[in-house]
């Protein structure tokens, strides 16, 4: 009797067992499903979305959930409704994204546009300065030319009336000692 009891109890752990194994393996699949949206936060939107198909295509039937079927189907419910929220954020900040990007670089394009011509005006600045520097000074050497020009005509000029005042002084003292010696 004791042997038979033995092997009673035996068996009764066992089923017990199989049946404690069969409701954490199914608990565990519940547990996954209900994980499924932690895994989502640093995803974008379209891997979000693959996470989304591929909960939707997971099997859920009363024959592989047993008495858990329902908790089953509400676990991937809320999980759906997690990701598919998750899915709209990302979308909704990816897209906020790619307006900011595009804006910084149409910004940074029309800052860089705007340094282009402003170096343009620069130096087309600076060109009609040396231009101008350059017509100045060109004044200036033609006016130093001209001025000397004249100094150089008027040396001339009073080196000429110089000389006929010497001559002219010349011939009245020889006048005046002709004058004398008669």
């Known amino acids: 009797r004791d042997g038979f009891d033995a092997e009673e109890k035996a068996r009764k752990d066992a089923l017990i067992a199989a049946e404690r194994a069969r409701v954490d393996a199914i608990q565990k699949m ?18 979000i ?45 990816e897209q906020a994204e790619t307006k900011a990007k595009a804006e910084r670089e149409a910004e940074a394009k029309r800052l860089a546009d705007e340094a282009a011509a402003l170096k343009f005006e620069r130096e087309k600045l600076a060109r009609e300065r040396a231009e101008q520097a350059e017509a100045f000074m060109e004044q200036e050497r033609q006016a130093k030319a001209v001025q000397a020009e004249i100094h150089r005509r008027e040396m001339a000029e009073k080196a000429e009336r110089d000389r006929e005042f010497e001559e002219q002084k010349a011939a009245q003292a020889a006048a005046q000692r002709k004058q004398q010696a008669a």
């Open 30 to 47: 519940i547990a996954d499903i209900k994980r499924c949206p932690v895994h989502a936060f640093p995803l974008s939107s379209p891997e």
């Open 49 to 93: 979305g693959r996470m989304i198909d591929d909960l939707e295509s997971q099997v859920i039937t009363a024959e592989i959930y047993a008495e858990f079927f329902s908790a089953a189907i509400e676990a991937r419910a809320d999980s759906l409704e997690s990701l598919n929220g998750f899915e709209r954020t990302a979308s909704i900040k």
